[in-house]
């Protein structure tokens, strides 16, 4: 098997920072719905807060999708999570398959190919 030379990870360490926000950003969307609906359907106005929480979890989620969906990979600079119209916010591009801590870990001799590559 040909080797290919790749670049150091650790070059990539703040826009592998920058992705990793914007997941951590995602899950804590996705995390505060569960308690913002119990607190609001403990209200005496329960109705009126659940629509309210709701509609704001909507938006949020809406916000915080569109902002994980538009990060870049800093190796093959395509969309880290985003292949075609499918978002799948996985730990690996889904491109050139560079892992989220990539920065942090010892360089992978084993490169693994990225499952959704356009090249085959
Ligand atoms: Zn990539």
Do not use: Q
Request: charged share 25%; with cysteine.
């Amino acid at each position: 098997m040909e080797e290919e030379h790749l670049p150091d990870p650790k070059e990539y360490a703040a826009e592998l920072k920058k992705i990793r926000f914007r997941r951590l950003l995602l899950w804590l969307v996705i995390g505060a719905y569960l308690p913002a609906m119990m607190v609001a359907l403990d209200s005496p106005d329960y109705r009126k807060w659940a629509t309210v929480v709701f509609v704001s979890w909507l938006v949020l989620l809406i916000l915080t999708v569109g902002y994980a969906c538009l990060a870049r990979c800093p190796r093959c600079r395509e969309l880290f999570h985003t292949h075609g119209p499918t978002f799948l916010p996985l730990r690996r591009c889904l491109h050139c398959a560079l892992h989220i801590t990539a920065d942090k870990r010892p360089p992978e001799n084993d490169h693994p190919r990225a499952r959704f590559s356009k090249k085959r």
